[in-house]
């Protein structure tokens, strides 16, 4: 087991994909650029939902390991209570050599600017949380777990290191 912060896992494992794609069909290129796309799926998963956000996605065509770029929605609600429209929006990060990370929430925000900085706050409140990362041996799977410990493989009960 490993603690790793969500952001530097996302980071890495989305620049170990881009470099199994330059490889082409060298070696196991093919099969790791899978199984790195699996694990930003999971890490994905750890992100914020509900809510009002739907739809996370990670822009994977113009992400690199130095900027991250999260595609999502937001159903904003009016000032009486309904919901009003859905808000698309791009979340970008970029290394910070102060904070660590830094953000940039881009979309069409109109009369909701509020709700950016809401984003501003929840996404990197969430992209600094620690994960654990576990590893089956017998089904050569990698899991996430924010706050839940794991001691067996949800699929087949082997112990996980």
């Given at each position: 087991?490993r603690e790793?912060?969500?952001y530097?896992?996302?980071a890495?494992?989305i620049?170990?994909?881009?470099n199994?794609?330059?490889?082409g069909?060298?070696e196991?290129a ?5 199984e ?7 890490l994905?998963d750890l ?6 956000i ?10 690199t ?13 009016n000032?009486s ?14 290394p910070s ?16 600017q509020?709700i950016k900085?809401?984003l ?13 990362e576990?590893y ?11 706050r839940?410990?794991?001691h067996s ?9």
């Amino acid at each position: 087991m490993r603690e790793l912060t969500i952001y530097r896992e996302l980071a890495n494992r989305i620049q170990a994909r881009l470099n199994c794609i330059k490889k082409g069909d060298q070696e196991n290129a093919v099969y790791w650029t899978g199984e790195h796309e699996k694990c930003i799926e999971s890490l994905k998963d750890l992100l914020p939902s509900g809510s009002g956000i739907e739809g996370i996605s990670i822009d994977l065509s113009n992400s690199t390991g130095e900027k991250i770029i999260i595609d999502s929605s937001f159903h904003a609600m009016n000032d009486s209570g309904y919901y009003d429209r859905w808000i698309d929006f791009s979340v970008t990060i970029t290394p910070s050599l102060i904070h660590g990370i830094s953000l940039k929430i881009s979309g069409r925000f109109g009369k909701y600017q509020d709700i950016k900085e809401y984003l501003f706050d929840v996404f990197d409140d969430s992209l600094r949380e620690t994960v654990k990362e576990y590893y089956c041996q017998n089904c050569e799977e990698v899991y996430y777990r924010k706050r839940e410990e794991l001691h067996s493989c949800p699929v087949c009960g082997n112990k996980l290191q």
